[in-house]
């Protein structure tokens, strides 16, 4: 009886932590998705906007020499 009991609680850790394994996966998966997307998007303004400070700066030098 308490060998079965042991076999029952190591089984039930072991799908617990199959359970968060995969949610973690699934995190893993939806905020790389996101960060992807983030980094995409943040590289795209921030290319049109150093862009447009580094115009900025040269005029600027441009302006002061």
């Known amino acids: 009886m308490y060998e ?3 076999f ?3 089984s039930k850790v072991q799908y617990s932590s199959w359970f968060f394994a995969i949610i973690k996966i ?3 998966i939806h905020f790389s998705s996101l960060f992807l997307f983030y980094i995409i998007t ?3 303004f ?3 906007i150093v862009i447009k400070y580094m ?3 040269k005029l ?3 302006s002061k020499f």
């Open 4 to 6: 079965q009991l042991k």
């Open 8 to 10: 029952f609680r190591i």
């Open 26 to 28: 699934l995190f893993a």
């Open 42 to 44: 943040a590289q795209f």
């Open 46 to 48: 921030q290319s049109s």
């Open 55 to 57: 115009s900025r700066l």
């Open 60 to 62: 600027f030098r441009i």
